[in-house]
């Protein structure tokens, strides 16, 4: 049975694509409403802490984008709010974000992650002490209206429940403030290579092009301020055109490398570098980017040798004017 659309609640949906996850094996469907246009997983079910520690393509971090980030930085200068506004980062990873506030002179800024790890980067790479471990939902009592902006970067397209979500942000808000959002643009151009691994459920339960998103947030109650996609990086076509075929020729060497040069010893993971304390953890650090330097220079390689095949590529798609890789958004609680 098709399940009605957990964006508008319509149930005229058809499913248009089906994958196998490859770490648990499981079947999936991508599902069209009829209604609103939203494309979602069927079924809607966020994987858990253990899918994304066996999840390759999560853990080599393929889906960040410098781009992206350019983008959702740019966009939040540009609003040029009081430099006394309150604002929350939700899911603020490393605290790139929140860096980036502090360092324009914001000083009244939270953050919250899941991850421990997670935090203690940020607020080393932030210099702020306000970002907690904690889900949205332990976050939230008693906080309703307390801040002024509230972003989630690339976090609604993991959601189980989108709606409910936003409306959770928008609860944050004090009158006429601001939700930032950003999402992977699924109007990039897609070539030979197809669409990335990390574009399928379970890690994506969503997918979003400029009209779904504003149609979305502006059937919730907020008013657009700005809704922009980034530029198209030459990065995004080479993994187009090479990414996928060389995939497995590329981690094959890259595996070869490492047990000749370090054995069998594998990386330590990111909570495993903050228990180890400040005297272990540069030990551990300089191991674990001495592993990285092969995977490095091999993506070096290929990217050179490959030059002459995907240089002109992208700069006839963005002499088209073809979409960027990510969208933001920045929406008014009306």
Known sequence: MTPACPLCGGGRCVPFELSTDPVSGRSYAFVRCGGCGGEFADPMENPGPEWYAKAAFYNEDACRSGAAARLRGGV???LGL???ARLLDVGCGAGEFLALAAGAGYSRCSGIDFSPAQVRLAR??????????ASLEEFLPGRDGSFDLVSAFEVLEHQPAPADFVKRL???L?????LMLSVPNAARPLLFGGREAWDYPPHHLTRWDAGRLDRFLAGLGLEKVVLKDSELPAEHVYNQLFGVKLDAAVKGAIAAVKRLLFGGKAAASMDEIVASGAAGAAGVLRFRLARRLPAAALK???RALLLPVYLPLWL???AAGHRGTSLVAVYRVK
């Open 76 to 78: 939040f200068l540009e």
């Open 82 to 84: 009081a430099k006394d």
């Open 124 to 133: 080393e790479n932030s210099g702020l002490e306000d970002i907690s471990v």
């Open 170 to 172: 928008k609860g944050l």
């Open 174 to 178: 004090a009158p006429g403030g601001l």
């Open 300 to 302: 070096l390689f290929f």
């Open 316 to 318: 006839s798609y963005s």
